[in-house]
Nanobody, 119 residues
Framework: QVQLAESGGGLVQSGGSLRLSCVASGNTFSILSVGWYRQTPGKERELVACITSGGQSYHADSVKGRFTISRDNDRNTLYLQMNSLKPEDTAMYYC?????????????WGQGTQVTVSS
């Protein structure tokens, strides 16, 4: 069992930056595929970015060039650097992990951290 805890969300003005963090419990983080999803009320959860245990990363077209996913295996931590934020980035952001090599990690989920971008 892996427990995930997100932090770093908040209120920011359009054009601003935030860095989300997700700390994983246990000692298996380095072999997990991990990623960030986001969800707004009434909409389906969407994949924002993910990174495999081998370091391959994927970013959704809507955030490419603005968001960067990274991982620090020594700290059991996943990051999402978000720059040039837009009001449409407002959502609850969730960290997810999977023991399989996948670009859609979904076995374990964190509780989420709210990101609100004001115009």
């Amino acid at each position: 069992q892996v427990q995930l805890a997100e932090s770093g969300g908040g209120l920011v003005q359009s054009g601003g930056s935030l860095r989300l963090s997700c700390v994983a419990s246990g000692n298996t983080f380095s072999i997990l595929s991990v990623g960030w999803y986001r969800q707004t009320p009434g909409k389906e959860r969407e994949l924002v970015a993910c990174i495999t245990s081998g370091g391959q990363s994927y970013h959704a077209d809507s955030v490419k060039g603005r968001f960067t996913i990274s991982r620090d295996n020594d700290r059991n931590t996943l990051y999402l650097q978000m720059n040039s934020l837009k009001p449409e980035d407002t959502a609850m952001y969730y960290c997810a992990a999977d023991p399989l090599p996948t670009t859609v990690p979904s076995d374990y989920w964190g509780q989420g951290t709210q990101v609100t971008v004001s115009s």
